[in-house]
């Protein structure tokens, strides 16, 4: 039995007992929240989120590139989202090696190097204000009066605000 | 008091009670799942995922683009999942527009169109497929062998899959 097959029987149990099948499109709460995928970190648990209050976008590192700013246009333009909430977090893998040495470890083994940015960084605090930057700076995501970026400890639970 | 200032007051109760320090970095699960941004849509519930499972990876559609494949490689290659979940879902923002109409809204409004598409799709099911074909077909994603596709139906709080 694959883990897929163990969440997928977890899914059966949710179905049984689900009652907010009537939930609006647009999230409640008017925010949307962009974080690292690390497993450790969990937005529903952390910022006491429930269906239907925001938008979660997640990726390596929590990063703004291209796809997160699409995400954030069709967000605020189309759904209603006005707040950002932006979060890094503390032992990230995305601290623990460098654009150029992955994608050389790729080239080695596939034959060709990745088209796209690693987006590895060396230091968290740098990542959260300059991903912030990345999203005041684009032409198409309308409200940047509340984007505020934090960092996550994985140690202790606690989230602390950069500001620059 | 904005909701951002509401959902720091919920992290700061989360790491009143934290007892997950000591987790490691890497997925328990072994699992990356790539769902929709979708505020009704909460993955931990669903599959029954807690704090150290599993990277959870989320945009708008829950659709795969370069990002999407960054976020993977990286899953896989550095922090050792093997298993892909993809995640769509009924009544999703992206089944109400076209790429071409969104962005010329845009344009119309700021001056220039995104260099980015907007990945609308009028069909759940082919663009689960599809998106599974374009994790199948990147030559940086080096394990494929479980990727495998869902509709969530945000009616129901069912996750059905989706077979080509």
Redesign the interface.
């Known amino acids: 039995m694959?883990?897929?097959d163990?969440?997928?029987a977890?899914?059966e149990?949710?179905?049984e007992t689900?009652d907010?099948?009537d939930?609006p499109?647009?999230?409640?709460?008017?925010?949307?929240v962009l974080a690292c995928?690390?497993?450790?970190?969990?937005p529903?648990?952390?910022?006491?989120?429930?269906?239907?209050?925001?938008?979660?976008?997640?990726?390596?590192g929590g990063v703004v590139?291209?796809?997160?700013?699409?995400?954030l246009?069709?967000?605020q333009?189309?759904?209603g989202t006005r707040?950002i909430?932006l979060i890094h977090h503390t032992?990230c893998?995305?601290l623990?090696?460098t654009d150029d040495d992955?994608k050389r470890?790729?080239q080695a083994e596939?034959g060709?190097k990745?088209?796209?940015?690693?987006?590895a960084f060396p230091d968290l605090e740098e990542d959260v204000l300059q991903s912030i930057s990345r999203i005041r700076n684009d032409?198409?995501i309308p409200h940047t009066d509340?984007v505020?970026g934090f960092v996550y400890e994985?140690?202790?639970?606690?989230?602390r605000?950069v500001k620059s």
């Not at 499109?25 to 949307?32: F, H, T, W």
């Not at 994985?154 to 989230?159: A, C, F, M, S």
């Open positions: 694959s883990v897929t163990e969440l997928l977890n899914a149990r949710y179905a689900f907010k099948g939930l499109l647009p999230p409640a709460r008017g925010v949307a995928m690390d497993a450790r970190l969990n529903y648990g952390l910022l006491g989120l429930t269906e239907g209050d925001a938008h979660v976008i997640r990726n390596a590139t291209a796809d997160e700013r699409r995400s246009a069709i967000s333009r189309l759904l707040e909430i032992d893998g995305m623990t090696f992955f470890q790729i596939v060709a990745p088209d796209w940015a690693a987006e032409p198409f509340s505020r994985v140690e202790t639970g606690r989230l605000e």
